[in-house]
């Protein structure tokens, strides 16, 4: 194996890194070479193949075949190196490359197997590498600013899947961190056929409905509620009716019929779930004053069932987003939770306080869902008792991989990785809105930063007395 090879890629590699890599000029044992059919090297590392057995130099150009002209790249995954000058290509002159690879002995056999001079000798390439999480962290977080400041509207953020999988365990944040990353870009891909089957279902109905842009600043400075599923609405729910006609009432759809058995009409529910589940939760609703606002991708039943007034919100960066349409009839850049779009709509409403309940983002009280939700109350059908139903819920809970935050009152609460992303969603709108005062009710879950908890009903007294 040519020792010059690693030197020279090692020296071209320097101009990319803040500090000298301190690579081994070895293959550790826990990789293995392998020569492809095509005659060029591959490599198992514990067990886990990073490229193909029959040609890794092809599997590098369909790796990169979707990506466009122009766009900005981060992508967690050296490998061998064979899809990144694929990449670089697409991109063209225009685009930017920004790769992130943690684990030395992979990086270093990239060194060994394949010349890389010309990848980084080309400035439009930057790789991130380093033993320390939080200065990794640190420069992630950089490179990623300066990409978005640098006018590109392509950010793609991308994985190679072996080599994500090699990622070392010294990096356990960063690992949570970038599989909520894949996790949010695998769950479009994951209802892609579910959403265009919807928007063409819905063409019709979205063409007619009114845009969200009409209620702008439809309720400047009135309070509002946004109530979720969540285990804390159990604490607020006999409290609503007295307190209504202070609020404006709004909710996620999965939470509609627990407040109409209550009772309770709120002024707007919110749906975007293209899956047909989301039906169920309009099946009570015959009439009233309630207006729901929808995706274009929302379950077509959905907006073919409800009775009330309908208008209809594009989310900017979806693939099916009609770009005339969405200017015309609005746009919400919040992404993840029925919620967070729930809670962008009452901003751009001009609503002021808003105040959050059910909203707790944790495994708060050993339930994911407030006992009056239709999920509790399937459990419940096939259960005998409480015990059993706390059970289910730590059951489902366990299913996801746990992240421990911290809570209202300042202890450490588990959560999994989905409701994280939520929490950070919200996180980020908050940040966004700095001037608008938002505050969680009686939640016992996650702390929200931005988000003031507010432990009784009581405490709202002040805006309405």
């Known amino acids: 194996m040519d020792d010059h090879l690693f030197e020279k890629n090692l020296a071209s590699l320097k101009s990319h890194l803040s500090k000298p ?15 492809a059919n095509s005659g060029l090297p591959t490599v198992k590392y514990e067990g886990v193949l990073l490229h193909s057995k029959y040609d890794p130099s092809k599997e590098g150009i369909d790796f990169a075949k979707n990506i466009k002209s122009g766009a900005h790249i981060c992508l967690y995954g050296f490998g061998l190196g064979y899809h990144l000058e694929p990449l670089l290509e697409k991109v063209g002159p225009d685009g930017f490359l920004l ?11 990239a060194m060994k197997l394949k010349d890389h001079t010309q990848l980084f000798n080309n400035n439009r390439f930057k790789l991130i590498f380093g033993e320390d999480e939080f200065d990794v962290s640190n420069l992630i977080s950089k490179e990623m600013e300066r990409l978005s400041e640098s006018g590109s509207d392509q950010i793609d953020v991308l994985f190679h899947a072996p080599s994500f999988k090699c990622l070392p365990k010294m990096f356990p944040a960063l690992r949570n ?3 909520i990353l894949l996790m949010e870009r695998r769950f479009p891909a994951v209802f892609r056929d579910l959403e265009q089957g919807n928007y063409c279902l819905n063409k019709e109905k979205v063409k007619i409905a009114k845009g969200i842009n009409s209620l702008k600043n439809a309720h400047q400075g009135k309070p509002a509620l946004m109530i979720s599923a969540g285990p804390s609405l159990d604490s607020v729910l006999p409290y609503l009716k007295h307190i209504k006609g202070n609020l404006i009432l709004a909710c996620v759809d999965t939470v509609f019929p627990a407040l109409l058995k209550n009772g309770i009409y709120p002024e707007y529910v919110f749906s ?8 169920f939760f309009f099946a009570d609703y015959k009439k009233g004053q309630t ?8 379950n077509h039943n959905v ?3 409800f009775s009330g007034e309908h208008y209809v919100v594009y989310k900017e960066g979806n693939n099916f987003t009609d770009n005339a349409q969405s200017k015309i009839k609005g746009t919400t850049q919040a992404g993840g939770s029925v919620a967070c779009l729930g809670v962008d709509a009452l901003i751009q409403f001009g609503c002021e306080p808003i105040f959050f309940t059910g909203q707790d983002c944790a495994f708060a009280g050993k339930r994911y869902y407030s006992k009056h939700t239709q999920f509790n109350q399937r459990l419940f059908s096939r259960t005998l008792g409480i015990s059993q139903i706390d059970k289910l819920h730590k059951d489902k809970f366990h299913e996801k991989k746990i992240i421990e935050v911290t809570s209202t009152n300042g202890n450490a609460i588990n959560t999994d990785q989905v409701m994280y992303s939520y929490l950070r969603n919200l996180e980020e709108i908050a940040s966004q809105h700095k001037k608008i005062r938002i505050y969680n009710l009686c939640s016992q879950g996650a702390a929200i930063e931005g988000v003031k908890p507010l432990h009784s009903v009581s405490e709202l007294r002040r805006w309405f007395l």
């Open 99 to 109: 790769v992130i690879e943690l684990n030395p002995d992979l990086l270093s056999a």
């Open 177 to 179: 961190a970038l599989e």
């Open 303 to 305: 907006l073919k069932i």
């Open 272 to 279: 975007l779930d293209p899956q047909i589940d989301s039906t």
């Open 21 to 35: 890599a301190d690579l081994p000029n070895r293959l550790t044992e826990k990789i293995d070479i392998i020569d």
């Open 291 to 298: 207006k729901l606002i929808s995706t274009p991708t929302a």
